[in-house]
């Protein structure tokens, strides 16, 4: 926010046109009176979202400036004294895994962009997105390795951490792996992610993984893919061919569906 306001002030000191309602908008939310405003300022419009501005009173201008000048300070830590932390992404990155042999969750992070790994990690690396299934090893382990016919002591399981773990400095890391997985929910979130995450490994990227038996579990969800959803799904077609099959799966039954429900086995109905 202060760096934007202060290239619109620096703009109105170098006698430059600018867009003074937008200037307005911006110091008002940042808590510039606009009974102030009016007095610091005299504009007369030029055209469409072009005023030329004249300042009235050079000491309070003055004091605008100093106050909305960028710091010198590089990376989030600047933006944030910039008052805008988000234009900016965290300089460092970190990832937590979890196995059968290390129960406990061992988190490994970067140090000026270089790996520092805390042991070595499994053969199959599985992303999961939510926590509960992250946390809930002794379930979600036999799960994943009845879907990949492979051992549990094979499987690292990595938490998805939200969009965190799409993050550009993962790929080193991700991509050390044999097999690499996604275990997502089955919406546009996880497409969203998956999505990513092939973009960001694309010489090796992640298969998106769900049970034999989603199509059936889809059927039973008590949540709807909006037709706004049904739509927008249709852009994540061409990823894979198992996202491909997924993406129809949610079209023709309607459902998204949450990976908790991995936790509980499908129950079929009968049909009379």
């Not at 070595?120 to 379930?139: M, P, Y």
């Not at 969009?163 to 080193?172: E, G, I, K, S």
């Not at 097999?179 to 992640?206: H, I, N």
Request: proline share 4%; glycine share 6%.
């Amino acid at each position: 926010m202060s760096s934007v306001i202060y290239s619109y002030l620096a703009k109105v000191q170098s006698r430059q046109p600018v867009n003074f309602d937008a200037l307005i908008a911006k110091l008002v939310a940042a808590g510039v009176a606009r009974e102030d405003i009016s007095r610091i300022f005299l504009a007369k419009k030029l055209k469409k979202n072009s005023y030329r501005v004249d300042v009235l009173l050079s000491a309070s201008f003055d004091e605008l400036l100093m106050r909305f000048r960028p710091s010198n300070v590089g990376g989030r830590v600047g933006a944030a004294i910039d008052g805008n932390s988000h234009r900016i992404g965290v300089s460092e990155s970190l990832l937590i895994f979890r196995s059968v042999q290390h129960r406990h969750p061992a988190v490994a992070v970067t140090e000026a962009g270089a790996w520092v790994l805390p042991r070595v990690l499994g053969r199959v690396g599985v992303i999961v997105e939510n926590l509960e299934n992250f946390l809930r090893v002794d379930e979600t382990l036999p799960f994943i390795a009845g879907i990949l016919a492979v051992t549990t002591s094979d499987i690292e399981l990595i938490s998805g951490s939200g969009n965190q773990v799409t993050n550009r400095l993962n790929a080193n890391v991700l991509s050390q792996f044999d097999e690499l997985y996604c275990l997502f929910d089955v919406d546009m979130g996880g497409l969203r992610m998956f999505a990513s995450l092939t973009a960001l490994l694309r010489e090796k990227p992640p298969v998106f993984l769900v049970p034999p038996d989603v199509k059936e579990r889809l059927a039973q969800s008590k949540y709807a893919l909006t037709d706004q959803q049904r739509q927008e799904v249709i852009k994540y077609q061409g990823l894979s061919s198992e996202t491909d099959q997924l993406i129809q799966f949610m079209r023709d039954s309607s459902r998204v569906l949450e990976q908790e429900t991995y936790m509980v086995p499908v129950v079929l109905e009968e049909r009379p």
